[in-house]
């Protein structure tokens, strides 16, 4: 993907299914769990796609990683989440963007990223206790440590939320780092070529307007960034 | 979407129809072309759904807006776009990640945001004209003006590549911003609330270890930022 010269996208599995096997650019796939464990631990949003009546939508929402699976959570009422409920096959994807990849010739323009797709059947979490375990992670995924920071949901917040679980046992990444490969004969072209890095970067807080004075900023959120380990702030 | 309480994602139209209708959060639903262009011009992948065998299948990929259609390319070779050439329902969806949104209780976190949702079915642009033209356009969505820098592509190249056309007239935008909404009786609760501001940022550009000496970083990558007009930038 993201390139003129490149199409697809890669899965990984134990070992890779059929269908989740990178078919373009297939040195860019990526078949360890430890990568796609820390790309899912980075990134914030997936991109979830489901089919009704043979439409395709896809929508984007948090989510978190518990060790094999991966937790969705929106509202009950949620057209999305009902759908997903009822057993139908989806695939979540999560895209990590690390830079532009500037070559020498348009066609070899690319970029460098992080991807994992997962594709399966999400289960719905009704146990109270374990629902509540996985919005603690989703909440915590988002920011480290915040749970304990804020006020628990009630018998009806939690009533009012679903939860999914879907299994990591088919799911691939695909990476791409380094300069740009460019064809032998342009390498002597005089145009600039190389990486611009980009990264999503957090910025100073905003207080909400009816924040009393005196509250602190907490450290998770003052030194915030993707790919914090988890336990390195809070408090 | 992105909240503990919202699951949905909405859509934009002329007017929207039945299945691009915002349906949870409709007050986040933004109907307007104005709104959907600038989330489009300023993102930079998009991810692509389409359904092969009742599986959904959802990739990242760059593209670019050429006023009322979404351009997408990628190796003519490519599953994903030989699949979707063939005229299949797709969704591209677009998002913008603004901040989270911290609030003072678990239940109302949220994140701000900017997303578009497109259905349709994308075609292909054959014609040479036109998809050089294309593939000008993604280059330059990527980097505004990056096209006049670089090699243009030979015969080959635009052989090699597959350039598809989706159109945007069943598409529609969903946003959200400002501080977190509590219920009444949190606000006096001790923790911090407010929003933690995200964006996709460029950082110091990194030349290719084969770049010649005396090759200035031109303009449009020192200065890189994603919501750059055309024409800013560029020489």
Redesign the interface.
């Known amino acids: 993907?993201?390139?003129?010269?490149?199409?697809?996208?890669a899965p990984v599995g134990n070992p890779p299914s059929e269908?989740t096997t990178v078919?373009?650019m297939p040195h860019r796939g990526v078949y360890d769990r430890e990568t796609i464990n820390a790309i899912l631990d980075e990134g914030?949003?997936c991109?979830?796609?489901?089919?009704l009546d043979?439409?395709?939508?896809?929508?984007?929402?948090?989510y978190a990683r518990d060790g094999d699976q991966l937790l969705i959570?929106?509202?009950a009422?949620?057209?999305?989440?009902r759908s997903v409920r009822s057993g139908i096959?989806?695939?979540?994807?999560v895209?990590l963007?690390d830079?532009?990849v500037?070559?020498?010739?348009?066609?070899h323009?690319s970029?460098n990223?992080r991807?994992v797709?997962i594709?399966g059947t999400a289960i719905e979490i009704c146990d109270r206790t374990r629902k509540l375990a996985a919005?603690?992670m989703?909440?915590n995924h988002?920011?480290t440590g915040?749970?304990d920071?804020?006020?628990?949901?009630?018998d009806g917040?939690i009533r009012?939320?679903?939860v999914l679980a879907l299994p990591l046992n088919e799911a691939s990444a695909k990476v791409r780092t380094g300069?740009?490969i460019d064809d032998e004969e342009?390498?002597?072209?005089?145009?600039?070529?190389?990486?611009?890095?980009?990264?999503?970067?957090?910025?100073?807080?905003?207080?909400?307007?009816?924040?009393?004075g005196g509250?602190?900023?907490?450290s998770n959120?003052r030194f915030?960034r993707r790919g914090m380990l988890p336990g390195i702030v809070a408090k």
């Open positions: 993907m993201m390139a003129s010269n490149t199409g697809g996208q269908r078919k373009r914030l949003v991109h979830l796609g489901f089919t043979a439409q395709p939508f896809v929508l984007p929402t948090i959570h929106g509202s009422a949620s057209r999305m989440l096959a989806v695939c979540a994807t895209t963007i830079g532009l500037l070559a020498r010739s348009a066609y323009h970029m990223y991807s797709v594709l919005m603690r989703i909440v988002v920011i915040r749970w920071q804020v006020r628990a949901p009630s917040e009012a939320t679903m300069p740009p342009d390498y002597n072209l005089p145009s600039w070529a190389g990486v611009l890095p980009l990264s999503l970067d957090a910025h100073a807080p905003v207080a909400d307007p009816q924040l009393p509250i602190p900023v907490p959120v915030y």
